[in-house]
């Protein structure tokens, strides 16, 4: 069965460095996003991706965050100037279709465990 | 803002007990509803719910919407010791862009035991 999958899966790095998480989205799907989740918390929407462009993105992703499809099958977040509170289980998910009476839910991938120090 | 609100937080039941695990949401240009179950790492699709009133059901598990009243239930009959993990309902909603999101509520902690 088609899933999505995300490199690596545990990162560490300093306060201030740059990090890109990547994704393999399904290869079928048109739609992609990221979420995180802080330690405890809920599970919260980043950024929605469609047609080379963001299509949504929440108050979270703000200026230090970019996405990219860099070619047809990575979709990576990358976070440009990391800060303690960034700490947090990214996932990334894809969906054939923008979801609704189409019947097609967003899939995820296993996440990537971000730690900044 | 789109808000999903789940309880109980969290259940501890025997093993073959049957649980209802509850969620009501407040969201824009609504689309669907979703449940995951979360045990380590991602969350994994159990159903989703577009219309009022019609039971989705996988085995043990069913779940059921009700759009009029904002709200949606989880039922677990039977349960197992591998039911353990949190579960989390989800609202898929379209406020811009063509791509939906979807609103977490923080989840309900199952944990089932001999």
């Known amino acids: 069965e088609p899933e999505v999958t995300q490199t690596p899966s545990h990162q560490v790095t300093q306060m201030g460095q740059e990090v890109i998480l990547r994704c393999v989205p399904i290869?079928?799907?048109?739609?992609f996003y990221w979420y995180r989740q802080i330690l405890g918390q809920k599970v919260e929407f980043l950024v929605s991706?469609?047609?080379?462009?963001?299509?949504?993105k929440s108050e979270i992703f703000d200026d230090q965050f970019s996405v990219e499809r860099p070619d047809g099958s990575n979709f990576t977040l990358k976070i440009r100037s990391t800060k303690l509170e960034d700490s947090a289980m990214y996932f990334c998910?894809?969906?054939?279709?923008?979801?609704?009476?189409?019947?097609?839910?967003?899939?995820f991938g296993p996440g990537t465990r971000l730690l900044v120090l | 803002e789109d808000k999903v609100v789940q309880s109980p937080l969290s259940l501890v039941v025997h093993e073959g007990d049957t649980v209802t695990l509850n969620c009501s949401y407040e969201?824009?240009?609504?689309?669907?509803l979703l449940w995951y179950k979360q045990e380590k790492k991602a969350p994994t699709f159990l159903f989703m719910l577009?219309?009022?009133?019609i039971e989705k059901k996988s085995g043990r598990l069913s779940s059921i919407l009700d759009k009029k009243e904002l709200f949606s239930i989880l039922n677990i009959t039977a349960t197992q010791t591998g039911d353990s993990a949190v579960y989390l309902c989800?609202?898929?909603?379209?406020?811009?862009?063509?791509?939906?999101?979807?609103?977490f509520g923080t989840g309900t902690r199952l944990q089932v035991t001999l």
């Open positions: 998910a894809s969906s054939l279709t923008s979801g609704g009476a189409n019947q097609e839910t967003q899939y």
């Open positions: 290869s079928n799907h048109l739609y």
């Open positions: 991706f469609y047609n080379n462009e963001i299509s949504e």
């Open positions: 969201v824009t240009n609504f689309r669907s």
């Open positions: 577009t219309s009022s009133g």
């Open positions: 989800a609202v898929e909603g379209v406020s811009s862009g063509t791509a939906s999101k979807l609103t």
